[in-house]
């Protein structure tokens, strides 16, 4: 199988490969990402130059966790941590979690490498498990099984590019094992309603529908693991516990994985046109799905998942891996940018050495079929048809 190992994807300049070389600069790239324009962010900027307040849970810090909360209010009462990132809040859920040192934490084989990456650098060890043929998501049903035959301290389930978890079918799942679930929710905004039994950790990063460049942030309704995760984001200071120990003292070793304020003014620009942004992002993958499927004649499979789902990305699956490679080969040639996400999968990363895993035959069916296309906010009804002609050329 030919490497397509791609060490950055910048917004505007062509991949750069693992060999270090250059691809061919794509006439339609992968992905473009779409944040608030500086006329947008203005207004917030001007608050952060008023207040002289940059980081350390500032006010617009606070504002975005109030907004977040809010639109969280369906499934409950909800406590929101900003973090960095969505990497850095998963592992410190991890951490928050105090789970024995080496314990194994259940991850879909199926994922980005930050899932299993939270993991390791928690301390912990990452087993992996197989997904759903259909909705490509590790579901509680598969971690059942997967706990009897493990012993999993904890599960990781993911939102598959952005597809719902069942947060009612894992907190059953939590109910009935006792095993925390920490759901990596990085491109789930908007889908992800219910944050599970545990919490679950979304992403803010430039690539996904609700962006502020980096950043993230935790949801949970257990306020004791948020007040523990935010003092692991701030080198686990004790702020206002006296009976954690003296107030301002380490009283746990933490990291600095806090949201500064010039990230917040983007997250909240980002928020102020939330309903625009998904409203468009459904309407293109309508229309993408519908040129692809005409021009392949209904051959490709999509993950099946809820109608409303707001889409970061636009995977097919092939009937075959022959047709996936070929369909790859017409993309490159036409200067289409490709991903096969999410290849290697964990278990073949270099980065980990050994690692668990049960047999993932549904994962490595997907893998070995799947192409993600162009999909980003501005696509043009002429790069659809490309795309989907270069899709189409595949199947002879
Ligand atoms: C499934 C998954 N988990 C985690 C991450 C990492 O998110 P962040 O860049 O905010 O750390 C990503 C990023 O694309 C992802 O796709």
């Not at 006010?59 to 850095?88: K, Q």
């Not at 080198?235 to 006296?242: A, V, Y």
Request: hydrophobic share 45%.
């Amino acid at each position: 199988m030919r490497s397509t190992a791609i060490l950055a994807t910048p917004n505007h300049e062509a991949p750069r490969q693992v060999d270090g070389t250059r691809a061919v600069r794509e006439r339609i790239p992968l992905m473009m990402p779409s944040l608030p324009t500086a006329a947008e962010l203005l207004p917030y900027l001007e608050r952060i130059d008023a207040a002289r307040w940059y980081s350390n849970f500032g006010p617009l810090v606070a504002e975005f966790e109030s907004r977040i909360t809010a639109s969280f209010a369906g499934a409950g009462d909800c406590r929101i941590v900003s973090v960095s990132s969505c990497t850095a809040g998963m592992e410190l859920a991890l951490r928050a979690l105090a789970l024995p040192a080496g314990a194994p934490v259940l991850v879909p084989a199926l994922t980005f490498i930050a899932t299993a990456s939270a993991v390791r650098c928690a301390g912990l060890s990452p087993v992996v498990a197989d997904v759903d043929p259909l909705t490509w998501l590790l579901t509680p049903a598969i971690a059942r099984a997967a706990v009897r035959t493990i012993g999993a301290r904890a599960v990781m389930p993911v939102t598959t590019f952005g597809a719902e978890q069942d947060g009612e079918a894992w907190v059953a799942f939590a109910r009935d094992t006792g095993v925390p679930v920490v759901i990596d929710a990085a491109a789930g905004y908007g889908n992800q309603r219910d944050p599970g039994p545990t919490c679950t950790v979304f992403s803010l990063h430039a690539t996904k529908p609700l962006a502020a460049g980096e950043g993230g942030f935790v949801v949970t309704r257990d306020a004791s693991l948020a007040h523990a995760i935010r003092r692991l984001t701030n080198f686990g200071i004790n702020l206002d516990r006296p009976g954690d120990g003296p107030i301002g003292s380490a009283v746990a070793t933490g990291t600095n994985a806090k949201l500064s304020e010039y990230h917040a003014a983007v997250a909240l620009a980002s928020l102020d046109r939330w309903e625009a942004i998904a409203a468009e992002r459904n309407a293109l993958h309508a229309r993408s799905v519908r040129a692809a499927q005409s021009a392949c004649r209904g051959r490709l499979a999509v993950q099946s998942v809820a109608a409303d789902t707001v889409r970061s990305v636009c995977p097919y699956l092939f009937p075959d891996v022959a047709t996936r490679d070929r369909a790859e080969d017409a993309c490159r040639a036409r200067g289409i940018g490709t991903r096969r996400w999410y290849l290697p999968t964990i278990d073949r990363q270099p980065a980990f050495g050994h690692v668990a895993h049960l047999p993932t035959p549904h994962a490595d069916a997907i893998g070995e079929r799947l192409l993600g296309v162009p999909f980003y906010p501005g696509l043009s009804d002429g790069a659809l048809e490309e795309i989907a002609a270069a899709l189409g050329s595949a199947f002879g």
